[in-house]
């Protein structure tokens, strides 16, 4: 059987529970059968683990998926894994199916409260016979977290890691955007998963940024990785910026083995792979990346069996760049380059003006513009980077005539402008409560009036000078804040409009801030008076214009 990856993203009921990959395997019969070990882990928990061998002599090299979604689903990876001569091993992860151990998602992965599971697994793995000496790991969102962590923790062995849309950090970007909490994908995934109720508890509690964070994210690690890493991901998924953050550190940063031997695929994707549409938009072959360096059976074959087959020299980046549902737009192509990020660019001032324009050149006039944020009215989500309310690419107009959402447009191009890679937004502000939070959102205007979004970036105010630094507001007291906005590649056409959104909140998706600067979920819900500085060189935003197609 001939391995593709398929769609991994959200599309209703609990799909989600069960990644497409293995989904796709579930049905194929093999005369590879499954040996079961309970492994021991360093304080004595036993973790439910299965291993498929290949016919013949070994030693080989190993595939393994650690994962909470039950590793009866990687029966039929599995036997595909050993007719290529791998051995394929496959674990629940502590609590979950027939793992021992408390149920909580991601705690004993790396290295935190001396659990080391990822570690200890890998110790056990190769000191058995049918071990080479070389560890692959594999696997998507939840399956990606684990690689990571287990990287992190520096094993000798794991010589390679396919990771698909996961995040190197549970803080940063991850159950947090700029310090918010995350609403509806981590409540909704932990009620689908059914975790210990107290892992919910575990995870708002543990605020801010703090020893319970670092001890369970690898960005303080990423000189101990050592291995060759494909990192595939969506410029509209849950972990969109993680992805390119993990691949960054792994090829800047990473110990001998990985630096420098890295690859990152960044599709036009919602929580999945290959897809051709997400949210509203159809985006043109994107489920067709140039080469085939993602497909995990050439990958394991390069980089645990030296049968290269051209990835290695392959570009270390390959990514989509976004263009108008129109046709003849230009974008809506892949692309490849050799570093992140890939073209070069001139960063670019957006000035936002008195009168709501959006302007290029000139910032006009220094003025003042201000709306009440009320945290128990707040603006609804649409669209954005959501695992279990709709994402992707949506219409935003709806919400944009709200009194609480400030809109900023550009007259028409005339021509067509280009970004990729990260957009900051620079924000002089001022409240009147010691906390509220700042959402700023990029949208392409389309002539009819559609108004999608591209990206968008989320700030809680009190982290303005850091995550780990909480600096509640001065009492109507302007401050600088900026705001970084997640990573596109995006090519405004000819005739569209661009447009930016600033607000304080963004139901479900994110935790309404109750705006009294005491804990997230303490005290009463409060309005805040937001108001913003523009004109001249007061809030504008700067953006990675390409210089270059």
């Known amino acids: 059987m001939k391995f593709t990856m398929k769609d991994l993203s ?36 036993k973790l439910g683990t299965d291993v498929f061998l290949p016919e013949g002599k070994g030693p080989w090299p190993v595939i393994l998926l650690r994962f909470p979604y039950n590793k009866a689903l990687a029966a039929g990876i599995g036997p595909d894994a050993a007719r290529r001569g791998y051995v394929f091993v496959a674990q629940d992860t502590r609590g979950r199916f027939s793992s021992e151990g408390a149920n909580l998602p991601f705690d004993a992965d790396g290295q935190a409260d001396n659990q080391w599971d ?107 990785v050592n291995a060759a890493g494909m990192h595939i991901g969506g410029w509209y998924d849950i972990f969109a910026q993680a992805t390119l ?32 549409k997400a949210g509203d938009l159809q985006f043109p072959e994107g489920d067709k990346p140039t080469g085939e360096m993602h497909d995990p059976w050439k990958w394991f074959d390069a980089t645990l069996r030296n049968e290269a087959d051209g990835i290695p020299d392959g570009p ?40 709501r324009t959006a302007s290029l050149s000139s910032g006009g006039a220094v003025s003042e513009l201000s709306y009440s944020s009320d945290p128990e009215n707040p603006v609804p989500s649409v669209g954005g980077y959501e695992l279990t309310i709709p994402a992707g690419p949506k219409d935003q107009q709806a919400i944009e005539n709200r009194s609480d959402l400030l809109v900023f447009t550009t007259d028409e191009l005339e021509q067509p402008l280009e970004i990729t890679g990260n957009a ?17 959102r990029l949208c392409d205007v389309y002539p009819d009036g559609r108004s999608y979004n591209i990206c968008e970036g989320a700030l809680r105010l009190r982290f303005r000078e850091g995550l780990d630094r909480e600096v509640l507001m001065p009492a109507n007291e302007f401050v600088s804040a900026s705001v970084s906005l997640w990573p596109t590649s995006m090519i405004f056409n000819k005739g569209h409009r ?3 959104h600033i607000a304080s909140s963004s139901f479900p998706a994110l935790e309404p801030n109750r705006q009294n600067g005491q804990a997230p979920r303490a005290g009463d819900f409060g309005k805040s008076d937001l108001t913003f500085a523009v004109g001249s060189e007061q809030s504008h935003l700067v953006l990675p214009v390409a210089s270059a197609p």
Request: some cysteine.
């Open 498 to 500: 661009i447009r930016v």
């Open 118 to 224: 990822g570690f200890d697994t890998a110790e056990w793995i190769t000191a058995q016979p049918w071990c080479n000496g070389r560890i692959g790991t594999w696997g998507a969102s939840a399956g990606a977290v684990t690689q990571y962590f287990l990287a992190g923790t520096g094993h000798s062995a794991i010589t390679s890691q396919h990771l698909i849309v996961g995040t190197p950090s549970l803080f940063r970007e991850g159950i947090y955007r700029g310090g918010i909490f995350r609403k509806a994908m981590v409540e909704d995934w932990l009620k689908g998963t059914k975790y210990e109720p107290r892992a919910l508890d575990l995870w708002t509690q543990n605020y801010p940024y703090s020893k319970y964070w670092t001890d369970r994210e690898i960005v303080q690690h990423y000189g101990k």
């Open 316 to 355: 270390a980046v390959i990514y989509y760049t976004m263009g108008a549902a129109e046709p003849d737009s230009p974008g809506n192509v892949w692309r490849t380059a050799g570093q992140w990020p890939p073209v070069p660019t001139t960063p670019t001032a957006l000035y936002l003006r008195a009168d």
């Open 245 to 276: 953050d993990a691949f960054q550190g792994y090829q800047n940063e990473g110990g001998p083995r990985a630096k420098g031997r890295q690859k990152l695929v960044m599709g036009p994707w919602t929580h999945g792979v290959l897809q051709k």
């Open 10 to 45: 959200v599309t209703g009921g609990q799909n989600w529970l069960l990644p497409g990959l293995l989904f796709l395997l579930l049905t194929h019969h093999s005369v590879f059968a499954a040996d079961t070990f309970m492994v021991p882990m360093r304080d004595g928990v």
């Open 424 to 440: 900051i937004a620079n924000l002089k502000v001022k409240t009147s409560t010691p906390d509220a939070d700042v959402i700023v």
